[in-house]
Structures are given as structure tokens and as C-alpha cells.
Nanobody, 122 residues
Framework: VQLQASGGGLVQAGGSLRLSCVAS????????MAWFRQAPGKERDVVAT????????YYRDPVKGRFTISRDNARSRVYLQMHSLKPEDTAVYFC????????????????WGQGTLVTVSS
């Protein structure tokens, strides 16, 4: 499975961005999907995950109520809608695919996109 993320950019604090990730080379609905992020000098952490059908989501505490993960299996895409962005959300965001229906750690995911940079200015 190949993953291509897009939608990052520079935004002011309080603003919004929508990240998109398109998958190719596999049956998209067979993969649990997730967004991770990695800030400079820090570990790659999970942001949000979603199961095969899209009816189960997980959010890391710092983004709960601000970010929404969704997927469109017909278009082989997963999205991350981000609102009320904060400077601490600045990071490279990665989409990832798991052969499990649902996973909440980086060890559950074996396919990774190249990352898209989100910069939130104060």
C-alpha cells in the first residue's frame, strides 16, 4: 500500500486545516487508518485512528474536541480535519495503514506516507 498525504501548511493559531491521505495498491477498506505527528526532537505520536468502516475513532487527549478523523472508502482516502489549532500542534503529520481493523499505537501500523508539515504560528 502506498500512502500520499497532503494539505499541510502555515496557519495562525485558532485556524483550521484539513489533511488528506490517498491510498493506492491495496483494498483500502481492509486497513485500519491513522494520523500520527512528529515534532522536531520528539517521538512520533498517534493523533487519531479509525477502523475499517469508519464507525470507531480514537483521539489522543490533546486533540480531542478539535480534530476529526474520517475516511471515504470509495475514494481510498482518510482525512484529518483540524480546528482551533495551537502552536503545539506544529509537526510533520503522517498517515498510516494497519492490517488490523483498529490500532492505537505506531506498532500497529506497517505502511506510512511521507508526511506533510503543519506549522501553527502564535
Amino acid at each position: 500500500v502506498q500512502l500520499q498525504a497532503s494539505g499541510g501548511g502555515l496557519v495562525q493559531a485558532g485556524g483550521s486545516l484539513r489533511l488528506s491521505c490517498v491510498a493506492s495498491g491495496g483494498t483500502f477498506s481492509n486497513y485500519g487508518m491513522a494520523w500520527f505527528r512528529q515534532a522536531p526532537g520528539k517521538e512520533r505520536d498517534v493523533v487519531a485512528t479509525i477502523n475499517w468502516s469508519g464507525d470507531i475513532q480514537y483521539y489522543r487527549d490533546p486533540v480531542k474536541g478539535r480534530f476529526t478523523i474520517s475516511r471515504d472508502n470509495a475514494r481510498s482516502r482518510v482525512y484529518l480535519q483540524m480546528h482551533s489549532l495551537k502552536p503545539e500542534d506544529t509537526a510533520v503529520y503522517f498517515c498510516a495503514a494497519s492490517q488490523r481493523e483498529f490500532g492505537t499505537t505506531k506498532y500497529d501500523y506497517i505502511y506510512w506516507g511521507q508526511g506533510t508539515l503543519v506549522t501553527v504560528s502564535s
